[in-house]
C-alpha cells in the first residue's frame, strides 16, 4: 500500500510507468498481429447465370482477395486458376442467390471457399481470407 501512495505522490513516476506499460502492451499486440495483403484482380468479371425462368442473365462484378501478406506471390502466381474457379462459381450462382445484401454475402463467402478449394488441390495451400466485392451488378 506505501508503494502505491508514494506513486500517487509523485505524479511523473507514475505516468513513466504507465507509458512503459502501454509500450509494452503495444509491442506486443504488434507481434501477434498479421500483415493482410490485398490484390485487386484485373480485369473485372463479366460472367452469364440463368434464371430460375430460364433467362439468361450477367453478373459484372469488380473483385479483390485479402490473404495475409506472405501468400500475395502464390495468389499472383495462380491468378489463372483462380480466375476461373470464380468464373465457374459465379456462373454457376442463381438469381436468388445473388440478389440481395444477404445473398451476396454468402455468395462472397462461398467464393472464397471456391477459389480455396482450387488453390489447396494445386497447392496445399488456402491462402484466401476474404473475396471482397468493390461492385457487383447483376441484370
Same mark, same amino acid.
Request: net charge negative.
Given at each position: +500500500?506505501?508503494?502505491? +501512495? ?6 511523473? /513516476? /507514475?505516468?513513466?510507468? /504507465? ?21 485487386? $484482380? ?36 495462380? +491468378?489463372? /486458376? ?5 468464373? +465457374? ?29 482450387? $488453390? ?20
Amino acid at each position: +500500500m506505501s508503494l502505491i +501512495m508514494s506513486l500517487y505522490k509523485k505524479p511523473c /513516476l /507514475l505516468a513513466l510507468i /504507465l507509458v512503459s506499460v502501454l509500450t509494452s502492451i503495444a509491442v506486443h499486440a504488434e507481434e501477434g498481429a498479421v500483415n493482410y495483403a490485398y490484390v485487386e $484482380l484485373k480485369p473485372d468479371f463479366v460472367v452469364n447465370h440463368l434464371s430460375s425462368e430460364g433467362q439468361l442473365k450477367y453478373i459484372k462484378t469488380s473483385i479483390s482477395i485479402r490473404t495475409e501478406a506472405d501468400y500475395k506471390d502464390l495468389i499472383t502466381h495462380n +491468378m489463372p /486458376l483462380i480466375r476461373d474457379s470464380l468464373v +465457374m462459381f459465379l456462373s454457376s450462382r442463381t438469381t436468388e442467390q445473388v440478389t440481395g445484401a444477404i445473398a451476396r454475402e454468402k455468395t462472397r463467402e462461398e467464393a472464397a471457399l471456391a477459389v480455396n478449394d482450387a $488453390l489447396q488441390k494445386e497447392t496445399n495451400v488456402s491462402p484466401v481470407k476474404d473475396i471482397l466485392f468493390a461492385s457487383f451488378v447483376t441484370q
